[in-house]
């Protein structure tokens, strides 16, 4: 079954085909990085625009490169939740075109539940029940994978999302957008146990998670440095908070696989790509004997490949209780992966 993925919900538009929620025939990727650098981040207007602009380029050539024409399409899912707006709009609208058009059935994926379908894709034998951290630009959560359509937030961030809090200190020290993986780079040659960042506690829940803290005491650390005419290395910098937030996010994902008895920890998200949190997993998890699954470095971040690989488990359910979504569906800004 041949599942043609479209992924619109931030600075990418992206179209994949995969069969069978596992295999990759082709992942075509139009990256606006370039454009919205020069403003420090995500532009959302521009974003649409360039949406708009590269849609069709880019399906054209997910079809080609999968050499298949979309009447060997069984259907089309795309990412309507959560994102920015008028970005979703595009894709989701799109996606209605193609299926009003070829008389296809149309599988709205739930942004989250895409990256964490990357790990489908990057190992063929991940089977959900698995506990999984989602760590991107927008999003912090660990999930209770049940099965590849039921999901239980654990824990969640209760201010910045772990992504959004390294473009912040990658910000703070000069480094340009897109920050968290410009500071990955840097911190393999700073000393990470130079400045001791605190830890935060939330005396309510023991699996959320808050990281605006962390991003004040990098800001103050360098303001403090600089009223003394002293500058702050930013290797040093980046891994000391590398370390931090890699470190809450390790320790709590590993808390609530031991909890909740998870025998796998599934890692997703745009920050999965950071090199040390890879490391800490693997470590941690050799230790207590439990199973990691990393997505491939180059399905960590926004893609349709991982669109189309959760339509594919979307589709199948949708089949089985005959309720594939009409085109009626509407872009969602903000949706928690459980509804
Ligand atoms: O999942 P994603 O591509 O987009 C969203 O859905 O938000 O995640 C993007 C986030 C950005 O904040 C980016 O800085 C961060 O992932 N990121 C990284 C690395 N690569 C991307 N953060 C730390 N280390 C990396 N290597
Ligand atoms: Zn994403």
């Given at each position: 079954m041949k599942i043609l993925g479209i992924e619109s919900s931030c600075d990418e538009t992206a179209a994949a085909v995969v069969e069978d929620?596992?295999?990759?025939?082709s992942n075509v990727i139009a990256s606006q990085v370039e454009e919205h650098k020069i403003y420090g981040g995500v532009v959302p207007e521009i974003a649409s625009r360039r949406h708009t602009e590269a849609i069709c380029t880019v399906v054209k050539k997910a079809l080609a490169d999968a050499n298949c024409t979309l009447d060997e399409i069984d259907a089309v899912a795309v990412?309507?939740?959560?994102?920015l707006i008028g970005a979703l709009l595009v894709g989701v609208n799109y996606a209605k075109g193609l299926c009003y058009s070829a008389k296809k059935p149309l599988v709205p994926v739930h942004h989250l539940r895409g990256h964490i379908a990357a790990n489908y894709i990057s190992d063929e034998n991940i089977k959900p029940p698995f506990m999984a951290l989602v760590v991107s630009g927008g999003h912090s959560h660990i999930i209770n994978v049940k099965s590849y359509t039921d999901f239980e937030i654990i824990g969640r961030t209760r201010d910045d999302a772990a992504g959004e809090a390294m473009d912040k200190a990658a910000r703070t020290v000069g480094l340009p957008y897109p920050g968290g993986v410009n500071l990955d780079k840097i911190a393999k040659d700073g000393?990470?146990?130079k400045y001791k960042f605190p830890v935060p506690k939330l005396a309510d829940s023991k699996y959320d998670f808050s990281f605006s803290g962390l991003k004040t005491f990098a800001v103050n650390l360098v303001h403090n440095a600089s009223q003394k005419g002293e500058t702050v290395k930013a290797e040093d910098l980046g891994a000391s908070f590398i370390k931090a937030v890699t470190d809450i996010l390790a320790s709590h994902t590993m808390a609530a696989a031991k909890e909740y008895g998870a025998k796998k920890i599934v890692l997703a998200g745009?920050?999965?790509?950071?090199s040390r949190l890879r490391r800490i997993m693997e470590e941690k998890c050799t230790c207590e004997g439990i199973e990691l699954y990393k997505p491939e470095l180059k399905y960590c971040g926004d893609n349709a490949a991982m669109i189309a690989a959760q339509g594919y488990y979307e589709y199948i359910k949708g089949e089985c209780e005959t309720e594939f979504h009409d085109l009626s569906l509407n872009a969602v800004a903000s949706k928690p992966i459980d509804e």
């Open positions: 929620g596992r295999r990759v025939l990412t309507y939740a959560p994102g000393d990470e146990n745009g920050v999965s790509a950071n």
